[in-house]
C-alpha cells in the first residue's frame, strides 16, 4: 500500500472520529440543556409544587423532606428519624412574610415565629443562573462534555451522570463520595435519585396541583414557645 493510500486512510478515521466526538457532545449539549430547561419551566411557571425527599441509609429510612408551595405561600415538613428509634418532626410555615415553625419529639412540642423577608417568586434569569455556567459558551461546554448514560433504575428509563461541571450536577457529584451517581428520568428530565455510596436519595414531584388545605396550621395553643 502506496503511501497516498495510508495518508488517504488516516485522514477519513480522522474525520470520523472528530465526527463522532461530534456527536456525542451535541447529544450531551442538547439534553444537558433540555434538562436545564425543564426545571426552569417548572421553577417559574408552575402554579404550585411539591417536592419530596427520602434519604436511605444502608436502606433505612433516616430523614424525608416534603415542600409545598403556591403563591407566597410555603411549607416544608422535615421527620428526621434517629438511630435510638426516636424521631424528630419541624414543619415550617411560611405566609408571606411570616414565619412559624413547630417542634415536636420525645421533649415535647414546641413553636417559633420570626418575621421574614417576603420570598419572590424566581425570574427566569434566577431559576438558570443556579443550574448553568456563567456564560452560554461555558455551559456548552460542561454541558458538551457531561456523559449521559441510558440505564433503567426502578422500573424508569434514565440518564446517568456521574461525571459533570455542571451547577444543576456540581453540587451533588462534589464530596468525598468513592461511589458517586446521578439519575435523571428521560420523560420528565428531572432528578429522580442520587447515590453516594451506601446513602441513597431518592426525589418526587407534583406540579399545580397542591390544596390550600395544606397550609392550615397546627393548633398553635398546644405548642410550649421554643427557646
Known sequence: MDKKKILKICLIMIVLIIAILLFCMIRNYTIAKNIINENVDKAI?????????TIKEEENISETFENY???????????????????TKISMYIDGDKETIY????????VQQDEIQKIEKPTEE????????????????AGAFTPFKSVNIDGKDC????K????IFEDMLNDDAKDRRIYID???YMIVKTVADDVITEYEYEFNNVDDNIFIQPDINEYEPYV
Do not use: C, H, W
Request: hydrophobic letters at 30%; aromatic letters at 10%; glycine letters at 4%.
Open 103 to 110: 417542634y415536636e419529639n420525645k421533649a415535647g412540642k414546641f
Open 69 to 87: 408551595k403556591k403563591g407566597d405561600k410555603e411549607l416544608t415538613i422535615n421527620i428526621m428519624n434517629n438511630e435510638d428509634g426516636n424521631s
Open 159 to 162: 440518564y446517568l451522570v456521574q
Open 45 to 53: 411557571n408552575s402554579e404550585s409544587i411539591y417536592a419530596k425527599t
Open 126 to 141: 434566577d431559576a438558570r443562573a443556579s443550574l448553568e455556567k456563567e456564560s452560554k459558551i461555558a455551559t456548552f461546554f
Open 164 to 167: 459533570s461541571s455542571l451547577p
Open 186 to 188: 428521560k420523560e420528565t
